[in-house]
């Protein structure tokens, strides 16, 4: 192996926990059939126009993609009715996140972001130098008092995932605008919103309208979940666009591919699809829900496809060996946690059987 020295802000960084494939799973526990609950992924797949669109646009694979993404920019114009400067599309939301570290963290510029979130936020700010200032949670919920009184000279831009991934949770509508409007604007505030499809609260957010008023906010979304296109990875970020010529300078050139582009627009023409997912998500979550109160399981109240839960028991491991694969979290003062996405009513019985049957084993 080469001596080479990494950089000192690489060397702390830990690689982004994939776990073992569902084939891996199989194999090692001699199962026939793996449920696979641990990536929110859209069970219920993506549109059908969406594999038409993909089909049409195979003749082109031997050109380069529209750099500038003409086409999907257009739509998304139209579908929020703002003009299309506002718009930059990314591979998934998660490349405009390393954008905005690479153009705006200088080293010793702080970041401050909650402690249980999207830890590519922590990642990209400590690759370009920066300080990640994390909070603790509040019940599964950012605390933005405590988040505000983190800010100093140095903070160059506050992240919140709203609702936030792993826990689920929203940040409450009064609470996150009067935040918002005390942020000076010399701080980028970046809402990652990729499970807003999925909200069914009435207390939540409407962040977009806002941007015309604060030119240093940044709303987030992508196609990966709801609209069903993790393979493809295609995001995008909604923002004020000077922040939007500065990001062009550090993006890669084709950034997005063809087939990503051809997909996204399709599916952002198919509203009812997205509105159906919705609605079958709601019901789940509430069933699911529900038959957590009955086996006396914590939770976090969720707004997205997956639920976090807690235990005084280990059940995660024995979830996995029984052909549910769960994504085990850690969460202080419990001996389990995990955050399961949801499936169809046949994956959610099954799971939830199988933890009824953990939780009585453990009992007896």
Not at 223 to 240: E, P, T, V, W
Not at 258 to 278: N, P, R, V, W
Not at 330 to 340: M, P, S
């Amino acid at each position: 192996m080469a001596n080479i020295q990494t950089r000192r802000a690489v060397e702390g960084i830990v690689s982004y926990p994939l776990g073992d494939s569902a084939e891996e799973i199989k194999e090692k526990y001699q199962l026939r059939t793996v449920r696979k609950m641990s990536d929110n992924e859209n069970v219920y797949g993506c549109s059908i126009q969406v594999k038409e669109a993909i089909m049409q646009n195979l003749h082109q694979l031997s050109l380069y993609p529209d750099g500038t993404a003409s086409g999907i920019i257009n739509k998304l114009s139209a579908f929020y009715k703002l003009g299309e400067e506002r718009f930059l599309i990314g591979n998934g939301s998660e490349e405009i996140i390393r954008l905005l570290a690479r153009a705006y963290i200088n080293p010793g510029d702080e970041a401050i972001m909650a402690a249980m979130t999207f830890p590519r936020y922590e990642t990209n700010v400590v690759i370009e130098g920066g300080v990640a200032v994390t909070v603790p949670m509040v019940n599964g919920t950012h605390d933005l008092s405590n988040m505000y009184e983190r800010i100093t000279e140095k903070t160059k831009m506050i992240f919140i995932c709203n609702p936030n991934n792993p826990t689920g949770t929203i940040v409450r509508k009064e609470e996150l605008l009067t935040f918002i409007e005390t942020i000076p604007q010399k701080i980028l505030i970046i809402l990652d919103e990729a499970y807003y499809e999925y909200v069914s609260s009435n207390d939540y957010l409407e962040s977009v309208p806002l941007l015309s008023s604060h030119p240093n906010l940044v709303v987030l979304r992508t196609f990966s979940k709801i609209y069903g296109l993790a393979s493809l990875r295609i995001g995008y970020g909604i923002m004020h666009p000077a922040i939007v010529k500065e990001l062009h300078k550090v993006k890669e050139v084709f950034n997005v591919n063809q087939l990503a582009q051809a997909a996204a627009e399709s599916a952002l023409d198919d509203q009812e699809f997205i509105k159906g997912c919705a609605m079958k998500n709601a019901l789940e979550r509430l069933f699911v829900c529900e038959q957590l109160d009955e086996i006396g399981l914590g939770y976090f109240p969720s707004e997205t496809n997956f639920v976090y839960v807690y235990t005084d028991q280990s059940v995660t491991a024995k979830l996995i060996s029984n052909g549910i694969v769960v994504r085990q979290m850690k969460l202080t003062g419990f001996a389990d946690a995990f955050r399961i996405t949801l499936g169809t009513r046949e994956d959610n019985e099954f799971f939830l059987e199988t933890l009824k049957e953990i939780v009585r084993e453990k009992a007896v």
